[in-house]
């Protein structure tokens, strides 16, 4: 499966963005997605995730109440809304997807495929 991730941008905290990942394939319902970032100097971390059907979501302890992450299985699209930003949000944001899995995972080494990335920054 191919993902392309899209609607980074300049936001001032307290600002709302949206992403977008669009997947190719006719599978793209089997598989788990996620949503990653990375800050420079940093690791990448998991920021949400949401199970095939789209009945399992998880996000990390720092965004749990600010994004929320949905996917619409018949448009091969995940997106992730993210309300109330902050600085230290900024960072590139990664959608990537995980086939047939046991559980929702938060690793990166877990997933099979990734976007190229979309830029998110949150001025103060």
């Known amino acids: 499966v191919q993902l392309q991730a899209s609607g980074g941008g300049l936001v001032q905290a307290g600002g709302s963005l949206r992403l977008s990942c669009a997947a190719s394939g006719r599978t793209f319902s089997m598989y788990d997605m996620g949503w990653f970032r990375q800050a420079p100097g940093k690791e990448r971390e998991f920021v949400a995730g949401i199970r095939w059907s789209g009945g399992i979501t998880y996000y990390a302890d720092s965004v749990k109440g600010r994004f929320t992450i949905s996917r619409d299985n018949a448009k091969n699209t995940v997106s992730l809304q993210m309300n109330s930003l902050k600085p230290e949000d900024t960072a590139v944001y990664y959608c990537?997807?995980?086939?047939?899995?046991?559980?929702?995972?938060?690793?990166?080494?877990?997933?099979?495929?990734w976007g190229q990335g979309t830029q998110v920054t949150v001025s103060s």
């Open positions: 990537a997807a995980d086939y047939s899995a046991i559980a929702l995972e938060t690793i990166p080494n877990e997933y099979d495929y």
